[in-house]
């Protein structure tokens, strides 16, 4: 009998979402049902995006959710190395594999021809896309191609017609016209494969008999079983999981809801409640139970309980179920170690200590001074975040831009955070010290004046300190995709002025 092995492919390209912690329990949960082995694989073909820190950030993330895997780059295994950076080779023996077999095609168009190719498309109301001008070259015009080293990229060759059919193991048969599937590029101009591509190979080669993912990969499937077919290796059984939904119904996206892992960690939930909550989405136990260990879910798991529609991540809810687990789980004993271990410990008080240490006239000044630093929320009233009588939409814009420039850091440092609230300044020509200062400590502190607020910053971590962003522009009325897209517009032009209603200098 085939042994049963799902598998997990994070990209180390940014915080570790929470869905790759619920991806994580239902792989592992499925594997262990049939005796099988779980792996983790980092996929990390984007050079551009990667980080040495993002592929820790998982490990340390998975980990802390008491999510264990059986192979992965960290403790080896028979089917490795585990990460893709290490196989270029390999990805590049079968690139050429499929080529010789006239399964894939060497293209040469240019960015210039690309972006031709998209204004006609456009224009013309088709499918913006690859035209396939280079799908039936010559021998001869590769040939003499390859000869003038021009750049190419290796694209499958997708049948013109027909349709592409497969039973998903949760949610039935999906059927897909061939006309709506590109001829993916499967290696890149620099040797490196696409995601698709060394996504099908390593699957192969790693025995992987079912690929659970999240919903979002349906419409990537008929890409990934052409490349099985091309290649005449048997498919692995897709089954595809339920999106986890913010509070607007769309997937939960960190452009407006708290997505990291650590965020949740260092706001103090409890990680066995946080893997408790993440079962219930999209499943359901035989007997409705709501609060149960994960050993207890491990042992009774039943994959036909998986549901098809998406499931609201109900921050409510999670903070009932911490609370649950506080009360009936921990002893007072037990709880006063989770606290120690969370942030009343000297390591963490000894970063706190330079920021009040000229600012105390009693021991009490210390609670008023941090308070801002233990809270999980913020209370914000309407005077806070609009200072200098600033209108709504404009602070919801200033704290947009000024928290995606926080997220181009890796981890938040005072000084790049003090650097980035001056280029906001800059950018929309607004007083550093009258708007956006106070602007910043009403956000992250719930007041005006404080600690030391780049420092205080660092301390919070970039998680919290960005969930406190969002809270903040949710407070002020939210703020809409468009306005989105016009800030980071604003923030590659260097111009943002014409975004602001009444701010002044």
């Excluded at 996206?253 to 909550?277: C, I, M, Q």
């Excluded at 955070?417 to 950018?427: M, Q, R, T, W």
Aim: aromatic share 12%.
């Amino acid at each position: 009998m085939t042994q049963i092995r799902t598998r997990i492919a994070p990209s180390p390209t940014g915080d570790p979402h929470v869905g790759t912690i619920y991806i994580s329990i239902f792989n592992l949960a499925f594997a262990k049902k049939y005796g099988g082995k779980f792996i983790l694989r980092i996929e990390d073909t984007d050079q551009t995006r990667s980080r040495p820190i993002y592929e820790e950030n998982i490990f340390k993330s998975i980990k802390w959710a008491n999510v264990h895997w059986d192979e992965g780059p960290d403790i080896g295994g028979a089917y490795g190395p585990y990460r893709q950076s290490e196989r270029l080779s390999i990805y590049k023996k079968y690139a050429e594999k499929l080529v010789e077999n006239g399964k894939a095609y060497r293209c040469f168009a240019t960015k210039d021809e690309l972006d031709e190719m998209r204004q006609v498309a456009k224009k013309m109301g088709k499918r913006l896309g690859y035209d396939r001008r280079y799908r039936n070259l010559s021998e001869e015009e590769i040939a003499k191609r390859l000869k003038e080293k021009q750049s190419y990229v290796i694209r499958l060759k997708v049948p013109l017609t027909g349709e592409c059919i497969f039973e998903d193991g949760i949610k039935g048969q999906i059927v897909t016209p061939l006309a709506d599937v590109d001829d993916q590029v499967l290696m890149k101009s620099d040797g490196f494969p696409t995601y698709h591509f060394a996504n099908v190979v390593d699957d192969h080669l790693m025995k992987i008999t079912h690929v659970i993912r999240g919903d979002e990969w349906v419409s990537s499937t008929p890409k990934h079983i052409l490349l099985y077919e091309s290649f005449g290796w048997d498919k692995p059984v897709f089954m595809h999981m339920p999106l986890l939904l913010g509070k607007d119904g769309r997937k939960l996206s960190k452009r407006k809801n708290p997505t990291s892992t650590f965020y949740f960690k260092d706001s103090g939930y409890l990680p066995d409640a946080l893997v408790n909550f993440l079962t219930l989405m999209g499943y359901s136990t035989k007997d409705e139970k709501e609060i149960y260990t994960f050993d207890d879910f491990l042992k009774n798991f039943d994959p036909t309980r998986i549901g098809t529609s998406g499931a609201f991540f109900d921050i409510q809810k999670l903070d009932w179920l911490n609370q649950q687990y506080i009360i009936n789980t921990l002893s007072e004993k037990d709880l006063l170690a989770k606290l120690k271990a969370w942030q009343f410990n000297d390591d963490f008080f000894e970063k706190l200590l330079p920021l009040c240490h000229t600012r105390m006239k009693t021991l009490g000044d210390f609670i008023a001074l941090f308070d801002f630093i233990f809270v999980k929320d913020i209370n914000y009233t309407d005077e806070l975040l609009t200072p200098k009588s600033l209108a709504k939409a404009d602070s919801q814009i200033i704290l947009y831009a000024m928290m995606l420039l926080l997220e181009k850091q890796d981890v938040l440092e005072a000084s790049k955070i003090e650097k980035a609230s001056h280029e906001v300044a800059d950018l929309f020509k607004i007083n550093h010290k009258k708007i956006v200062m106070p602007l910043l400590f009403a956000t992250v502190m719930g007041k005006r004046f404080g600690p030391p607020l780049f420092k205080s910053c660092e301390i919070l971590k970039k998680d919290r300190v960005r969930a406190r962003f969002l809270n903040a522009i949710e407070f002020l009325g939210g703020i809409s995709n468009k306005k989105i897209s016009s800030i980071k517009d604003g923030l590659e032009k260097k111009d943002l002025t014409e975004l602001l209603l009444k701010a002044k200098a």
